[in-house]
């Protein structure tokens, strides 16, 4: 954790010691921090540059939309918290290239789009409007807290018959675990935490909506699920990915990489190859590869980072 962060849980531990529920608002604040925002990375910026651009609104705030390719069946992919559409960029290049259209954008408060603040309903209303636009997607693929965004999508108002989640988790309860895990805080500010994000968002455990865990309320049953997850991910550790791709029994494959963390994953020749068979072939073209896991046949991988054009 760098010099500002741990200053901030410093604070945030010491106000718990007081109170609890006051260290609860603000820990769920920081939670909630959007900044920095993420540059477009030099290995990205062609495929960046090549992008049709779209003019979309959440909530009343503008946001930039991207398209690339111009095939009949579309994929969306959706960034996670801090990130942007333009690290898609391999997996892009790989869709694009199989004949697919491929569509995203900037959440709001993040990469190019406007905005100070968001959260996981703008881009489920952000998928809406894309689907507006292109029709029932092929595929709905996100990374980190956008593959979250994807399952709350794909359960509501965006149904699709193949969902990917990279380094993600099954509901919002894990990746506030880990927020506290990370900032060490107590238990008394972790339900705090918990209570006021359902509060929000008026989400209660027992809720089957969108924002409800995935795993306890699966995909509909004609939705199938890839779920890629480093074992050395320490931003979001792999157990709730471990326990959403178990909940889905034998429509869900599970790829294991090595060494790439919770960013590099993203352009893994492993899950690259993996997303592209099960975009364009479902499960029996991922089974093809044999790198999964599925529920009767444990398998893994070593997965390699292809360089960056």
């Given at each position: 954790m760098s010099s500002l962060p741990a200053l901030i849980a410093r604070g945030i531990r010491t106000t718990a010691a007081v109170s609890p529920a006051l260290a609860g608002g603000l820990a769920l604040r920081v939670f909630f921090a959007t900044g920095p925002r993420m540059p477009v990375?030099?290995?990205?910026?062609?495929?960046?540059?090549?992008?049709?651009?779209?003019?979309?609104?959440?909530?009343?705030?503008?946001?930039?939309?991207?398209?690339?390719?111009?095939?009949?069946?579309?994929?969306?992919?959706?960034?996670?918290?801090?990130?942007?559409?333009?690290?898609?960029?391999?997996?892009?290049?790989?869709?694009?290239?199989?004949?697919f259209r491929v569509v995203s954008f900037d959440a709001p408060a993040h990469g190019a789009s406007k905005g100070r603040r968001t959260d996981v309903r703008d881009w489920v209303a952000l998928a809406e409007e894309l689907q507006a636009i292109h029709g029932p997607f092929a595929a709905i693929v996100g990374h980190s807290f956008g593959a979250l965004a994807a399952l709350a999508a794909a359960r509501s108002t965006v149904p699709t018959p193949a969902v990917v989640a990279i380094a993600g988790g099954a509901g919002p309860d894990a990746f506030i675990d880990e927020f506290v895990r990370e900032f060490r805080l107590g238990r008394a500010t972790a339900d705090d935490m918990k209570a006021r994000f359902r509060r929000r968002f008026g989400a209660e455990e027992t809720t089957t909506g969108a924002l409800s865990d995935a795993a306890t309320h699966p995909l509909p049953d004609d939705t199938s699920l890839l779920v890629v997850h480093d074992r050395g991910d320490r931003r979001m550790p792999d157990a709730d990915a471990l326990r959403l791709h178990t909940a889905h029994g034998e429509r869900s494959r599970l790829l294991r990489t090595d060494d790439y963390?919770?960013?590099?994953?993203?352009?893994?020749?492993?899950?690259?190859?993996?997303?592209?068979a099960f975009?364009?072939?479902?499960?029996?073209?991922?089974?093809?590869?044999?790198?999964?896991?599925?529920?009767?046949?444990?398998?893994?991988?070593?997965?390699?980072?292809?360089?960056?054009?």
């Open positions: 990375r030099d290995w990205d910026a062609t495929t960046h540059g090549e992008a049709r651009y779209r003019r979309l609104t959440a909530r009343g705030i503008e946001v930039v939309g991207y398209e690339w390719g111009t095939g009949p069946r579309t994929v969306l992919v959706l960034h996670g918290w801090h990130g942007r559409a333009s690290q898609f960029a391999p997996l892009v290049r790989e869709l694009v290239s199989e004949g963390g919770h960013t590099r994953v993203l352009s893994a020749d492993a899950t690259l190859d993996a997303v592209v975009v364009a072939g479902g499960l029996a073209a991922v089974d093809a590869l044999g790198t999964t896991t599925g529920q009767a046949q444990p398998k893994s991988t070593d997965a390699a980072v292809r360089t960056p054009a």
